[in-house]
């Protein structure tokens, strides 16, 4: 006997589209959230490796200009967290007598420092060498034509300022959490991005 409990107009055919609709919508859905999972996570990592270029920075001082001798590296952490190897390279009283540079190391994350008697940046977990302008010479990071990101700098009235990311926003927070923005002294511990405990290059000495 035909089954007539069906609603007038409905079409056999309705059941199968439907379900087909529900699992092309569930599968949409789950793409999304898997790009947008990964997205967030690549855009969190690319923020301590490259500095922001879109004109998202706020300047921070740094030091008096005397204070710091030619040949001199100082380490900065910004108030992201980064940490930041600043050197001055001339005595000219400018901003261009100075380069700061990332101390992440682009080819694991580990603290790069700068060794003013071999003129070099170095980073000790592979050995890979950059060079004053921070473009890698050797080791991994030169091999991959790597080069450590750099910061801009400014003077004014003989103060040294960096312009650095603004205080990232902590998941489930109205405001940014920012680290202790400044000079990293000599008993001070780096616990900032790309920091690796289980090598002796994160101890926060300058290098003269």
Same mark, same amino acid.
């Given at each position: 006997?035909?089954?007539?409990?069906?609603?007038?107009?409905?079409?056999? $055919?309705?059941?199968?589209?439907?379900?087909? /609709? !529900?699992?092309? %919508? *569930?599968?949409?859905?789950?793409?999304?959230?898997? #790009?947008?999972?990964?997205?967030?996570?690549?855009?969190?990592?690319?923020?301590?490796?490259?500095?922001?270029?879109?004109?998202?920075?706020?300047?921070?001082?740094?030091?008096?200009?005397?204070?710091?001798?030619?040949?001199?590296?100082?380490?900065?952490?910004?108030?992201?967290?980064?940490?930041?190897?600043?050197?001055?390279? $001339?005595?000219?009283?400018?901003?261009?007598? /100075? !380069?700061?540079? %990332? *101390?992440?190391?682009?080819?694991?994350?580990?603290? #790069?420092?700068?060794?003013?008697?071999?003129?070099?940046?170095?980073?000790?977990?592979?050995?890979?060498?950059?060079?004053?302008?921070?473009?890698?010479?050797?080791?991994?990071?030169?091999?991959?034509?790597?080069?450590?990101?750099?910061?801009?700098?400014?003077?004014?009235?003989?103060?040294?300022?960096?312009?650095?990311?603004?205080?990232?926003?902590?998941?489930?927070?109205?405001?940014?959490?920012?680290?202790?923005?400044?000079?990293?002294?000599?008993?001070?511990?780096?616990?900032?991005?790309?920091?690796?405990?289980?090598?002796?290059?994160?101890?926060?000495?300058?290098?003269?």
């Amino acid at each position: 006997m035909p089954d007539d409990s069906r609603p007038e107009g409905h079409s056999p $055919a309705e059941d199968p589209d439907r379900r087909g /609709f !529900i699992k092309n %919508s *569930s599968r949409v859905a789950m793409t999304a959230g898997i #790009v947008g999972g990964y997205g967030g996570f690549a855009a969190i990592a690319g923020r301590y490796l490259y500095p922001s270029r879109t004109g998202e920075v706020m300047w921070q001082f740094v030091s008096e200009v005397a204070g710091i001798d030619v040949g001199e590296a100082i380490r900065y952490r910004g108030p992201s967290g980064e940490t930041i190897n600043i050197t001055r390279m $001339a005595r000219e009283g400018g901003s261009d007598d /100075f !380069i700061a540079l %990332s *101390s992440t190391c682009p080819h694991l994350g580990c603290q #790069v420092r700068w060794e003013a008697q071999n003129d070099r940046f170095f980073c000790p977990c592979h050995n890979g060498v950059f060079d004053p302008s921070g473009v890698a010479t050797a080791g991994p990071p030169g091999e991959a034509g790597q080069s450590l990101p750099k910061y801009e700098l400014k003077v004014e009235g003989g103060l040294l300022h960096i312009a650095v990311p603004p205080p990232q926003f902590a998941e489930g927070k109205a405001e940014p959490t920012p680290h202790q923005a400044g000079i990293i002294e000599a008993e001070e511990t780096i616990s900032g991005p790309g920091h690796d405990p289980c090598l002796g290059c994160g101890d926060g000495r300058r290098n003269a």
